[in-house]
Nanobody, 124 residues
Framework: QVQLVESGGGLVEAGGSLRLSCRAS??????????MGWFRREPGKEREWVAF???????TYADSVKGRFTVSRGNAKNSLVLQMDNLRPEDTGTYYC????????????????WGQGTQVTVSS
């Protein structure tokens, strides 16, 4: 079992930056063994994929965030970071960290572990 906790959300003006973190705990918290994903959900919409980092360290991004967001392993082996730059109002939403040791992709069903989310609000 893995428990994920996100942090770092907040309110920022358009063009600003935020750095989200995801910390893992549990029986096997070494996130380097897992595919790690970030998803977000805007009010009234379905959860959408933002980026993932494979267990081989390869990052893949949604077109909407490519060039502005960077996903990486944190300094601790059980952490993941999402650096978000040049934020836009349409980036507003609840951001979720997800993990899976067997699957990796852009769909929510591919991830077995989820955090509770952290709110990001970008004002225009």
């Amino acid at each position: 079992q893995v428990q994920l906790v996100e942090s770092g959300g907040g309110l920022v003006e358009a063009g600003g930056s935020l750095r989200l973190s995801c910390r893992a705990s549990g029986s096997n918290p070494n996130l380097r063994s897992y595919c790690m994903g970030w998803f977000r959900r805007e009010p009234g919409k379905e959860r959408e994929w933002v980026a993932f980092l494979s267990n081989e360290g390869e990052a893949t991004y949604a077109d909407s965030v490519k060039g502005r967001f960077t996903v990486s392993r944190g300094n601790a082996k059980n952490s993941l970071v999402l650096q978000m730059d040049n934020l836009r109002p349409e980036d507003t939403g609840t951001y979720y960290c997800a993990a899976d040791i067997n699957h990796c992709g852009t769909e929510t069903f591919e991830f077995g572990y989820w955090g509770q989310g952290t709110q990001v609000t970008v004002s225009s």
